[in-house]
């Protein structure tokens, strides 16, 4: 059994590399999506992750083909599909923050369909993850809503995490109608403050976080940026500090610490409606060190630390 299957996208982040002598932008290949970085932080973590979606035949899709299997990422259903492009980010860095362009119309990872899910992998995971990016266009946002089912059925944990990029979707009302649609399956949320009003209709994230809750979900984490992090249930709220870091790249943070997070439910197989104050604590403060690790080092998937670094900065604390 694998202990997280994540779907999604799967693409190259062109991140800023300094200038050329001509003075125009360098950028750097980097091979990122959210979904894929919460895969190899929780693979360097010590844990079996497997990847669903779908790249170009191309330079690039190859790239990161490979670039899971270096990790170890079971990728029986990655599909490298000769029809589409691989999709592409640029990614502007300003203060260390960063904003994206895409050339994505249509890219591979929405190309997706039903009949590519592999099931085989859906029913044998622990924790089922996926993120919004999928659920923009069609055949993905099919096929995502059809795994989200079959892994439930089977048992699975079901995580999501609404990454919202405004210029992939039609428009906002749009996006909040198939980013909320999701929600009565979850069992497990990550929100960003940024996200809150998106999908509650809310601007406070403790408030957001209630209104999640009552709709069915078992356990919410918000993400504050360097306010640290705080998880919701039913039975208590914990919130926890980061430590201060010299930031150089905050691409894949949030998504090394939702890998980071995933990683120590499923090590210890804890289900989020289970979770114990002690536990949340603990969770929290391990996926804090793998974002702020993350953060001080370029790229998003190159960035992500393994368990040896993790369990080094935690001694320190």
Known sequence: ???????????????????????????????????????????????????????????????LKETLEADDIDVSGLVVDPNYFTTLAFVQLKDGERDFAFARKPGADTQITV???????????????????????????????YAIEEARDAGAIISY????????????????????????????MKISDEETRLLTGVDDPMEAAEKLLDQGVKCVVVTLGAGGATMCTKNFTVQADTVKREVVDTT????????????QFAKYRVKPDSITEAQAKQFINFANTVAGLTVEKRGAIPAIPDL???EKELKQD
């Open 161 to 188: 995490d609404p990454n919202y990029r405004a210029p992939l979707w039609k428009d906002e009302r749009t996006a909040k109608i198939f980013m909320r649609d999701v929600i009565p399956y979850v069992d497990i």
């Open 115 to 145: 009949d590519e899910v592999e099931l085989d992998v859906v029913h044998n995971t622990y924790i089922f993850h996926f993120g919004s990016l999928s659920l923009t266009d069609e055949p993905s946002r099919s096929a995502t809503f």
């Open 252 to 263: 894949g943070a949030g998504d090394s610490f939702w890998g980071g997070m995933l990683a």
């Open 1 to 63: 059994m694998f202990d997280v299957t994540a779907m999604g996208e799967l693409l190259i982040d062109f991140t800023p590399c300094g200038t050329s002598a001509g003075g125009r932008a360098l950028f750097e290949q980097n091979p990122g999506g959210a979904p894929a970085n919460v895969l190899v932080a929780v693979s360097r973590l010590g844990l079996k992750g497997a990847f669903i979606g779908k790249v170009g035949k191309d330079m690039h899709g190859e790239m």
């Open 308 to 310: 040896e670094a993790v």
